[in-house]
């Protein structure tokens, strides 16, 4: 297993997981609410902005390796799926966007690891349409995690639309990966 700078921040996000939910299960003396809000924000933005940094300084320092490119999306998809259970544990976020978006990325990742094994992994690669979905959902998180009115703005107002949309999209993106994949999938199933 390589060990350079990028697979390093990747571990820190994976390592930010525990302590976003264990902010949240302090002793009630320890921090306010609103503490407690303010620590998970900033760690998510943290792990979030490592996401960036990991894939960067990969590519700056020519430290792409198949077990960053493995160890990256799984990081990002248990930081989503342990902040959204956080949120729906709150009550700040519905089980069915959590679902929806916890849902998917399984399904998408099931996919493309099918896709890889045949040998079609290109028809699945990446799109504008899953970046902006993220985008959307890394934006939401963060305000419904921190869930106060900041710099005049409704953090939980805005949250919940982008989250929303983010769920949206995540269904969208679902349905255009899975049509991409069809014929693939179509031709394996005649083949049996």
């Known amino acids: ?25 302090l002793p009630a003396d320890w921090a306010t609410s ?6 998970a924000t900033l760690l998510f933005c943290a792990a979030a902005l490592t996401d960036w940094a990991d ?14 490119a493995f160890l ?8 989503v ?51 902006v979905k993220t985008s959307a959902q890394m934006l939401a998180l963060p305000m419904l995690l921190f869930y106060a009115p900041l710099a005049g703005f409704d953090m939980k107002l805005i949250g919940n639309w982008l989250i929303w949309i983010a769920a949206l999209l995540t269904l969208w993106s679902m ?3 899975l049509r991409m994949a069809w014929p693939e999938i179509a031709k394996r199933s005649a083949e049996k």
């Open 1 to 25: 297993m390589p060990f350079n700078l990028p697979i390093l921040l990747t571990w820190l996000r994976i390592v930010a997981i525990p302590l976003l939910i264990a902010v949240y299960y």
């Open 81 to 131: 799926a342990a902040a959204l259970i956080v949120l729906v544990q709150l009550g700040r976020a519905d089980a069915i966007v959590a679902m929806i978006i916890i849902g998917r990325e399984i399904t998408i990742s099931a996919l493309r690891e099918w896709m890889a094994k045949i040998g079609a992994s290109k028809s699945v690669a990446v799109s504008m349409l899953g970046k």
């Open 34 to 39: 609103y503490e407690r809000d303010l620590v």
């Open 175 to 177: 349905g255009y990966y």
């Open 72 to 79: 990256d999306p799984v990081a990002d998809k248990l930081m």
């Open 55 to 68: 894939g960067y300084l990969a590519r700056k320092l020519n430290q792409t390796s198949a077990f960053g």
